[in-house]
Each structure stands twice: as structure tokens, then as C-alpha cells.
């Protein structure tokens, strides 16, 4: 029976499944985070409501990813339409944790599974109060790099060591942690401080450099190097494109004009860092810690002679 049950969660098509819905069901929790915690409400009560009406969201209608397919984007009590938000939050979590079982669900890596949806689930709030906000709470920022911190010492794992590692093994992880904290936030100010003298504005808000050091403090040094640049990166990519066809399409309204992307602009830079994070920790961060170390290395070798 023991080894069945063993079996069924060997299996990845089971581990995709769970981990879809499971996320799908977190997914739904973090959109009332994105919603309620800038207006200063509690994420707890009261329940699920209409946010034009007021009116109780019943149970059936509440169903994460579902819900909002079979009500076509329309509130079921009033002519309010449900903001494309709620369900790109959830697919997009439901999609990450499947992900996050696959790779990292196998019997005895129940450590990274934790460490690896506490960040996940951070990072997708943080992107999505960031992008409606501008702002970046703390409790996400400093409370996430603390928490990296503990998870560091608690499942050592996270920065490569062994499951059943001993304390100068947890300690070394937790120094990486902290490592990572220094570096990673201090690059970032320094990089912002040096573009807000050249440009003579601010360039970075404070709320980016604590968020570097949250992700220090769960990838290491290597991460929050890799996420500065490849924030830069997406957010050019992304970005740009937008702008230019804002600023020369010949169909634009002049009464729309202050809602499109411009030069000069103020974005929020959070989201990309945040992705760029997801895509450190779910895909390159073997590559990139290999990379980088490799680099040192060399640097350090051609010095020594």
C-alpha cells in the first residue's frame, strides 16, 4: 500500500495535475493579496465580495481559473468587469507550481518544494502590487529576504548542500544567504545611485534594492547579479517595442495620450526583476552559477601569475 501511494507521486503526469490545481488554488489567495494589501485591508476577512457592489462572491463562483472562463470576465451580480489580472494570477501560479513539482517533487526534495513555492508565491504578489502600484511593501522585500534567510539554515539544500546536512554545513548556507542579501542590494543601489547622477532624477526606488536583497538571500550572490542584468534585459525588450509604436502610431487619441508609455516615463521596474528572478531559480541557475564561477576562476588564475 506504502509503495503505491510512493508510486502515484513518483508519477509526473500526478505531480503536473497537483501541483496545477494546488497552484491554481494559491493563485486565487494571491490575487486578494495583490487586491487588499495596498488599500491596507486584511486578507482574511471579510470573504470574497464584489468589488463594484459589494454583494458576497457565492462558493461556485469562486472557483479559481474556472470561474472566471465560464462568467466570460463578468461579475454575476452586477455589470462589473472582472480585471484580466484575476485570472492571468492564477493560471500563471498554477502553471509555476506545476512546474515547481515537476522538477523539484521527487521523493526527498520535499525541502526544495517549500523553499521554492515561498518564493514563487512572493514574487508573484510582489510583481503584481508592483505593477499596479508602483510600491513594493516591506513585509515582502525585507519579510521575504528574512525568510530566505531562515529557510537558508533550515533546508540547506536550497544552496546546493545535502538534505540531511550538518550545522557547518547550515551555517555555510545561511553565510551564502547573507552573502547574497549584501551583494545582490548593494550592487543595485550603487548601480541606481550611479544612473540618478547621470540622468539627474532618481533612477531605482528603494523598494527594487530590497527586493534584490530578498532575492539574495534565496539565490545567492550569482542570482542577484544575473536578475539585475536580466531585469534590465526583459525590460528592454519588452519595453521599448511599446514605446516606439506609442510614440509614432498615427491612431493614437490626443485624449489617450497621458495613458500610453512614453520616454521619460516612469516604470516599475519590480515586475521584470521578478521575472527575471522566476527564471533564474526554475531554469538557468545551474547554467549561471557555472558561468559565473567559471569567470572568477579565470580572473582569479590570470592574476595569480
Same mark, same amino acid.
Given at each position: 500500500?506504502? /509503495?503505491?501511494?510512493?508510486? #502515484?507521486?513518483?508519477?509526473?503526469?500526478?505531480?503536473? *495535475?497537483?501541483?496545477?490545481?494546488?497552484?491554481?488554488?494559491?493563485?486565487?489567495?494571491?490575487?486578494?493579496?495583490?487586491?487588499?494589501?495596498?488599500?491596507?485591508?486584511? #486578507?482574511?476577512?471579510?470573504?470574497?465580495?464584489?468589488?463594484?457592489?459589494?454583494?458576497?462572491?457565492?462558493?461556485?463562483?469562486?472557483?479559481?481559473?474556472?470561474?472566471?472562463?465560464?462568467?466570460?470576465?463578468?461579475?454575476?451580480?452586477?455589470?462589473?468587469?472582472?480585471?484580466?489580472?484575476?485570472?492571468?494570477?492564477?493560471?500563471?501560479?498554477?502553471?509555476?507550481f506545476a512546474f515547481v513539482f515537476f522538477k523539484f517533487g521527487g521523493v526527498g526534495e520535499f525541502d526544495?518544494?517549500?523553499?521554492?513555492?515561498?518564493?514563487?508565491?512572493?514574487?508573484?504578489?510582489?510583481?503584481?502590487?508592483?505593477?499596479?502600484?508602483?510600491?513594493?511593501?516591506?513585509?515582502?522585500?525585507?519579510?521575504?529576504?528574512?525568510?530566505?534567510?531562515?529557510?537558508?539554515?533550515?533546508?540547506?539544500?536550497?544552496?546546493?548542500?545535502?538534505?540531511?546536512?550538518?550545522? #557547518?554545513e547550515r551555517m555555510s548556507a545561511l553565510f551564502i544567504s547573507v552573502t547574497g542579501v549584501l551583494v545582490?542590494?548593494?550592487?543595485?543601489?550603487?548601480?541606481?545611485?550611479?544612473?540618478?547622477?547621470?540622468?539627474?532624477? /532618481?533612477?531605482?526606488?528603494?523598494?527594487?534594492?530590497?527586493?534584490?536583497?530578498?532575492?539574495?538571500?534565496?539565490?545567492?550572490? /550569482?542570482?542577484?547579479?544575473?536578475? *539585475?542584468?536580466?531585469?534590465?534585459?526583459?525590460?528592454?525588450?519588452?519595453? *521599448?517595442?511599446?514605446?516606439?509604436?506609442?510614440?509614432?502610431?498615427?491612431?493614437?487619441?490626443?485624449?489617450?495620450?497621458?495613458?500610453?508609455?512614453?520616454?521619460?516615463?516612469?516604470?516599475?521596474?519590480?515586475?521584470?526583476?521578478?521575472?527575471?528572478?522566476? #527564471?533564474?531559480?526554475?531554469?538557468?541557475? /545551474?547554467?549561471?552559477?557555472?558561468?559565473?564561477?567559471?569567470?572568477?576562476?579565470?580572473?582569479?588564475?590570470?592574476?595569480?601569475?
Amino acid at each position: 500500500m506504502i /509503495e503505491s501511494t510512493f508510486e #502515484i507521486f513518483a508519477d509526473p503526469v500526478f505531480i503536473l *495535475i497537483v501541483g496545477f490545481f494546488f497552484g491554481a488554488i494559491v493563485g486565487s489567495f494571491l490575487n486578494v493579496c495583490i487586491s487588499r494589501i495596498p488599500l491596507g485591508k486584511s #486578507i482574511v476577512m471579510p470573504s470574497s465580495s464584489c468589488p463594484r457592489c459589494g454583494d458576497p462572491v457565492s462558493w461556485f463562483h469562486n472557483i479559481p481559473i474556472f470561474s472566471w472562463l465560464a462568467l466570460r470576465g463578468q461579475a454575476s451580480c452586477c455589470d462589473f468587469k472582472l480585471p484580466l489580472r484575476y485570472l492571468s494570477v492564477e493560471l500563471f501560479t498554477a502553471l509555476l507550481f506545476a512546474f515547481v513539482f515537476f522538477k523539484f517533487g521527487g521523493v526527498g526534495e520535499f525541502d526544495l518544494v517549500c523553499t521554492a513555492l515561498v518564493f514563487v508565491s512572493i514574487l508573484i504578489v510582489v510583481i503584481g502590487i508592483d505593477f499596479e502600484t508602483m510600491t513594493i511593501p516591506d513585509r515582502f522585500s525585507i519579510g521575504g529576504a528574512v525568510a530566505g534567510l531562515a529557510l537558508s539554515f533550515s533546508f540547506p539544500s536550497l544552496h546546493g548542500f545535502s538534505a540531511d546536512a550538518m550545522l #557547518i554545513e547550515r551555517m555555510s548556507a545561511l553565510f551564502i544567504s547573507v552573502t547574497g542579501v549584501l551583494v545582490s542590494s548593494a550592487s543595485l543601489y550603487w548601480i541606481g545611485a550611479i544612473a540618478g547622477r547621470l540622468i539627474n532624477k /532618481e533612477a531605482l526606488g528603494q523598494g527594487d534594492v530590497k527586493l534584490l536583497g530578498f532575492v539574495g538571500a534565496f539565490c545567492g550572490w /550569482e542570482g542577484g547579479v544575473f536578475v *539585475i542584468f536580466g531585469g534590465a534585459f526583459l525590460g528592454t525588450i519588452l519595453l *521599448i517595442p511599446v514605446m516606439l509604436f506609442s510614440k509614432f502610431s498615427k491612431v493614437s487619441h490626443a485624449n489617450n495620450q497621458q495613458n500610453q508609455l512614453g520616454w521619460g516615463m516612469e516604470i516599475p521596474f519590480g515586475p521584470f526583476l521578478g521575472m527575471a528572478a522566476l #527564471i533564474y531559480f526554475l531554469g538557468l541557475r /545551474e547554467f549561471v552559477d557555472g558561468w559565473l564561477k567559471g569567470i572568477i576562476s579565470n580572473f582569479l588564475f590570470v592574476f595569480s601569475q
